[in-house]
């Protein structure tokens, strides 16, 4: 960790611009440290010297982040040319979450603000902070944990091991979940903010680097304690809050998470179309396969639909505080898949050289396929982020069941440039259900007034129908215990594509300085989202026409990034 003071903060749009040209994110470099397994040193300095650990601090704090949806942009960038470096930097932002949760929670000290506030400062001089959340027999079980923290005078002992955690040998300091009741359940757990610094030698052990699929050079490690002791200070939170603070600051980390996936997309695409656009077969250069440019639309469709879906989750942290129990699980079980998805079909446009190691670009496309799938596994797979929406089927049936509601909090969520207020209190589970999915009828109403063209007002209609249908299946599923039944996860995904189609309108309904732009006119990219969502909603009455993904991929141009931001300086 450094001691110079902080650099003044930094825009996504500098971050965007300075990884783009950098040597340590060039395709060469960071093809090279993936072969060799190296972590990103330069990389980091380089995200460490342009202030992007400033976004990992709340302002409230002293940071720079005021807006969840700024630092999902930041990781994009970094992650659109090196996802390794994106996850070995922004591990800190996980790290360092909880103790910010616990201090904006009712019940919080002034000491709990004052420790965030120097943590905020540390963070954004360079502390390095991970997240020991998992352990090696228990996974996805967070209250099946072992290990322990034990009270003894002046704080606690540690006995135990934290496994498969990203930073663990390269970190300051570790966010510990420790079980403090020998019992453990939901209020056995207690979070400690450990500063390995201070720990006796011997009383601790950082595990070997574990080799990896993806994320190849990143610090993939553990720690095992053995009688560790950490003074009373250390405590994150009450004694016993472990549990709910975590859950809480996976709603936030989960969220910005997918700002990785939007990156890995971007990264595939925009390989996939440098190639097609070159290759020549058959007399004629590949993009002018009908096929060719049916995929790329597809690809880029699906692009929109994470963007819009993303950075309104991003938002909805500050404007729909309360909700985002709802948000976060819909977006992390939603977005790495869908981006999965995007990634493979990319790969069928570069034919070998999705699969060559050292040619096109370095290889760079396999290492993007294979970092990726990192993303759905790390801060609850996609079962688990669905485990958490199904637990809220009944308040999201009841919430639509009281009718539409026209709320500013979701048109503030949506608009992509007004200012957002200070954030909203975190809930375990929403007590308002969704208000955006709840709003559709009057989003979709809003559709034709805003200028959309006909055919996507009906489209929109259609979805809506949908919708309402699928509210009428939920409120018939049965409360779940812990077996949950595969139908109610097909339902859950269900709802994701609702809140995805709901988001895609409300963003483009709410952005109408935007509708001049490139991809925004005539609703372009709305129409080419919900074609892909009204798609897999599998609506009856056939399937919608596929041509607006072609209207899509006549737009795209090498030097023309996608997303709802390209107009912006990026
Ligand atoms: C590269 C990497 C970095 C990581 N970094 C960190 C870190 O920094 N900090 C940290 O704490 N952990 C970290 N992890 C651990 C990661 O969070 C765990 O891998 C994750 O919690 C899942 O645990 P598991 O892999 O043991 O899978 P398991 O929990 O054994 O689950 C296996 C499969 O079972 C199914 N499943 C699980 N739960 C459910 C459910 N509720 N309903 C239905 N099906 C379910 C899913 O298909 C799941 O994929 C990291 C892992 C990797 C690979």
Redesign the pocket.
């Known amino acids: 960790m450094s001691a110079a003071a902080a650099p003044p903060i930094v825009t996504p749009e500098a971050v965007a611009r300075a990884v783009r040209t950098a040597e340590p994110f060039s395709a060469r470099r960071v093809a090279e440290l993936d072969r060799s397994e190296t972590f990103p040193e330069d990389a980091c300095r380089l995200l460490d010297s342009l202030g992007v650990a400033q976004w990992y601090v709340p302002d409230l704090f002293g940071g720079a982040l005021a807006d969840h949806s700024g630092l999902i942009w930041i990781l994009r960038a970094v992650a659109g040319h090196d996802l390794t470096a994106a996850?070995a930097h922004a591990?800190t932002f996980?790290?360092a979450a909880s103790v910010f949760v616990a201090a904006r929670q009712p019940g919080a000290t002034p000491a709990d603000r004052q420790r965030a506030r120097r943590l905020g400062e540390q963070v954004s001089q360079g502390l390095i902070v991970?997240?020991?959340?998992?352990e090696?027999e228990?996974?996805?079980?967070?209250l099946a944990g072992e290990l322990t923290a034990t009270p003894v005078a002046g704080g606690y002992r540690l006995d135990g091991t934290?496994?498969?955690?990203?930073?663990?040998t390269r970190a300051d300091a570790v966010c510990l979940?420790a079980r403090t009741l020998p019992a453990g359940g939901a209020r056995g757990y207690t979070l400690l903010l450990v500063d390995k610094r201070r720990l006796a030698p011997g009383s601790y052990r950082c595990l070997p680097k574990?080799p990896?699929h993806?994320?190849r050079g990143?610090d993939?490690s553990g720690i095992e304690f053995t009688g560790a002791l950490v003074p009373a200070e250390a405590l994150v939170g009450p004694a016993g809050a472990g549990l709910e603070i975590v859950l809480k600051a996976l709603q936030l980390t989960r969220t910005v998470a997918t700002g990785l996936s939007l990156g890995a997309a971007d990264h595939a695409l925009r390989l996939a179309l440098g190639y097609v656009s070159e290759r020549e077969l058959y007399g004629r250069r590949l993009i002018e396969q009908p096929h060719v440019r049916r995929t790329l639309g597809r690809v880029a469709a699906g692009l929109f639909v994470a963007e819009s879906l993303t950075l309104f989750a991003g938002r909805a942290a500050h404007a729909l505080a309360g909700e985002m129990s709802v948000y976060s699980a819909v977006v992390k079980a939603f977005v790495p898949a869908l981006v999965d998805d995007l990634v493979a079909e990319s790969g069928e446009l570069l034919g070998a050289r999705a699969f060559l190691s050292d040619v096109y670009e370095y290889g760079a496309f396999q290492k993007v396929q294979r970092d990726h799938r990192?993303v759905g596994?790390?801060?609850?797979?996609?079962?688990?982020n669905?485990?958490a929406l199904i637990n809220q089927f009944p308040r999201l049936v009841s919430g639509w069941r009281r009718g539409p509601r026209d709320d500013d909090r979701v048109w503030l969520a949506a608009a992509l440039d007004r200012t957002l207020g200070e954030a909203g209190e975190l809930e375990l589970y929403s007590r308002t259900g969704c208000s955006l999915v709840q709003m559709l009828p009057i989003v979709v109403d809003r559709l034709g007034d805003a200028g959309a063209p006909a055919r996507v007002v009906a489209l929109a209609e259609l979805i809506l129908g949908r919708v309402a249908e699928l509210h009428t299946e939920l409120g018939a599923v049965p409360p779940q215990g812990?077996e949950?039944t595969p139908e109610a996860?097909a339902l859950a995904h269900r709802y994701e594509l609702s809140v995805a189609a709901a988001a895609a309108m409300a963003v483009w309904v709410a952005n109408g300085d935007r509708h001049r732009q490139p991809y925004w006119a005539d609703a372009l990219w709305l129409e080419a989202a919900l074609t892909l969502l009204a798609d897999r909603m599998a609506a009856p009455g056939g399937r919608p026409d596929p041509e607006p993904l072609d209207r899509l991929a006549a737009l795209l141009a090498v030097d023309r990034p996608v997303g709802l931001l390209a107009g912006d300086a990026r």
Not at 130 to 134: Q, V
Not at 138 to 142: F, T, V
Not at 162 to 168: G, R, Y
């Open positions: 996850v591990k996980l790290g991970s997240w020991g959340l998992t090696r228990h996974g996805s079980d967070l934290k496994w498969l955690i990203n930073n663990a979940l574990v990896t993806g994320v990143a993939i990192i596994i790390f801060d609850g797979n996609q079962f688990v669905q485990s812990v949950v996860f």
